[in-house]
């Protein structure tokens, strides 16, 4: 999940698109292949804390739901739903507050409807 390596100068580099790409791509790929044919009702989600970089996530997300519709999975935007009321104090991981946003997030996207009773 990390996109970032720590930078010799003490800070952080972002993990290069094309490392992303094929990282991604290799996790679903293998995922894929573990769930075998009758995975429906598969949900993949970027969720990313306020403090994360506006343009970074935007790449991430980008890359994660392309690769993961293209093995079938179903990928439900997460943008915005934790904010500094739904994270623990880094912002970025989420509180029990936060969790329920992001499991409201997939219920109120239509595509769990045909998943559950």
Known sequence: ??????????????????????????????????????????????????????????????????????YGLTFVDTSGVLTEATTIQDQVHPTAAGNRALADRVLDSGAAASCFA
Do not use: M
């Not at 995975?39 to 997300?61: D, I, Q, S, Y």
């Open 1 to 70: 999940t990390d996109t970032q390596t720590c930078a010799a100068d003490g800070g952080y580099d972002l993990v290069p698109h094309d490392k992303l790409w094929w990282a991604a791509n290799d996790f679903f790929a293998r995922f894929s292949r573990l769930r075998g044919p009758d995975g429906a009702c598969t949900f993949v989600l970027v969720p990313w804390g306020p403090a994360g970089l506006a343009e970074n996530r935007e790449r991430v997300v980008g890359a994660v739901s392309s690769i993961a519709e293209s």
